[in-house]
Nanobody
Framework: QVQLVESGGGLVQAGDSLRLSCVASGRSFTSYAMGWLRQAPGKERKFVASVNWSGANTDYADSVKGRFTVSRDNAKNTVYLQMNDLKPEDTAVYYC????????????WGQGTQVTVSS
């Protein structure tokens, strides 16, 4: 099993950058694919980015391609989401998630961290 805790959210202006971190606990962290998803108030949770167990493969939502970068440091049990050129539409609660298969469903979730981008 995996427990996930996100951090790094905050209030920033459009065009600014922010780096989110997700610290995981559990023996099986290195075997899990990891993902970032976000949910704006009153809207459904949507996929943002994902990375496989080794960090060699990544995927991004079209809305964040070229601006966001997902990475992981298995030695630190941490997954990152570097967010550059933030836009007001990026405002949401960002969740870290883990799943056994890259590109598959997530089975473990963090509590989320708020990202607010002002225009």
């Amino acid at each position: 099993q995996v427990q996930l805790v996100e951090s790094g959210g905050g209030l920033v202006q459009a065009g600014d950058s922010l780096r989110l971190s997700c610290v995981a606990s559990g023996r099986s962290f290195t075997s899990y694919a990891m993902g970032w998803l976000r949910q704006a108030p009153g809207k459904e949770r949507k996929f943002v980015a994902s990375v496989n167990w080794s960090g060699a493969n990544t995927d991004y939502a079209d809305s964040v391609k070229g601006r966001f970068t997902v990475s992981r440091d298995n030695a630190k049990n941490t997954v990152y989401l570097q967010m550059n050129d933030l836009k007001p539409e990026d405002t949401a609660v960002y969740y870290c998630a883990a799943g056994p298969v890259y590109g598959g469903n997530y089975v473990y979730w963090g509590q989320g961290t708020q990202v607010t981008v002002s225009s």
